[in-house]
């Protein structure tokens, strides 16, 4: 088990390795020197980093398998986008970060307090029954948003079902999803939800909560024998993921002109799954890089036309492979014990 100390400098590290990228990033826009199609990515990228941290804290830390993540960045996302229309059209808001800043907030709150809704019934469940309900929950989030019509009138919002006739400026269109959409997000402020996730995972993985949370995982009965209410932390960790996702889909449907609620399927909580198994169940630096790296691969695999998504299935299972050997793990535990191993003989001769 590692010690606080490791701990702390991995955190560290991570995110003194995400300042550098961003600061490299940054200098690489302003010069206009980094391609269009990266560029275009980098919104997207953030997102599915914070959607990949978000789900590890559920399936690594919590351990528990929830496959309807994608409902959680549904509902932040088409709350994000109502809060940022009905501020433009209402109040009058001009100014992008601020609504940007609201919206992003609305849509983690919202998501958070459909996480505890369903969290309440759900996390007294456990494997594969678990999976199965928060599998039907995003498939019921995707449905309800392709009946819901929501429109701002001045100050006031209205909404129904399966009707469009309502007065004001149409901000959500039942199948058609969110259409016209003021795109407001910037790199800067993924990046900072981006940290933001970050530093809260870390340090309620690192504190006395985080704890009781992996010792349920790690021994439900030990654990209740202790004293620890399961529940209560098992749902901690379940709503901070919800709203993180929240936040996320706020940001990603804000950098999107035009939003179907067929985007947030099955498919893409498939996909956050494969983030974190990919960058290692329970490791929360190994989400950022693999959710960064899956989502640029696809476009870096256009050239190969129809039969892009065949090679990219092709170098996941490589990957995955490789990844769960134990004879490469054991190059590197030696690699790494090798480095420790002089690292402290230099001490010691200091």
Not at 12 to 18: E, G, K, P, R
Not at 209 to 215: L, N, Q, T, V
Not at 277 to 297: E, H, K, R
Request: proline letters at 3%; hydrophobic letters at 55%; one cysteine or more.
């Amino acid at each position: 088990m590692k010690t606080k100390k490791s701990r702390m400098i991995t955190s560290l590290v991570t995110y003194a390795v995400l300042i550098l990228l961003f600061v490299i990033l940054t200098v690489m826009i302003n010069n206009k020197t980094i391609s269009r199609t990266l560029k275009g990515q980098l919104i997207p990228i953030c997102s599915w980093i914070v959607m990949a941290v978000s789900l590890n804290l559920v399936v690594g830390i919590s351990g528990e398998l929830s496959l309807g993540h994608a409902g959680f960045m549904s509902i932040g996302a088409f709350s994000g986008i109502i809060t940022s229309g009905w501020l433009l059209n209402g109040f009058q808001m001009e100014d992008p970060a601020l609504r940007l800043l609201i919206a992003i907030a609305a849509g983690g709150v919202i998501a958070g307090v459909a996480g505890a809704l369903i969290g309440i019934p759900v996390l007294r469940l456990r494997g594969d029954y678990l999976a199965i309900v928060t599998l039907a929950f995003g498939e019921i989030i995707k449905n309800v948003m392709n009946c819901v019509y929501v429109s701002a009138e001045g100050r006031s919002l209205h909404w129904g079902f399966l009707n469009g006739d309502l007065p004001g400026t149409l901000l959500l269109n039942g199948p058609m999803g969110a259409v016209k959409v003021k795109t407001i997000a910037t790199f800067t402020a993924g990046f900072i939800l981006v940290m933001f996730s970050l530093v809260v995972v870390l340090n309620l993985v690192n504190s006395r909560s985080g704890r009781a949370i992996m010792a349920a995982r790690d021994n439900r009965i030990a654990a209740e024998a202790m004293g620890i209410n399961i529940t209560k932390y098992k749902m901690m960790a379940f709503v901070t993921a919800a709203v993180m996702a929240g936040m996320a889909g706020a940001l990603y449907g804000l950098s999107m002109a035009t939003l179907l609620p067929t985007k947030f399927s099955f498919n893409e909580s498939i996909n956050v799954l494969v983030f974190v198994v990919l960058g290692g169940i329970g490791n929360i630096p190994g989400s950022v890089v693999s959710a960064a790296a899956l989502t640029i691969l696809p476009e870096r695999l256009r050239f190969l036309q129809n039969y892009r998504m065949l090679a990219y299935a092709v170098l996941l299972i490589l990957v995955m492979l490789l990844s769960n050997n134990p004879l490469l793990k054991s190059l590197w535990r030696n690699l790494f014990s090798g480095i420790r191993g002089k690292r402290k003989e230099e001490e010691m001769r200091a």
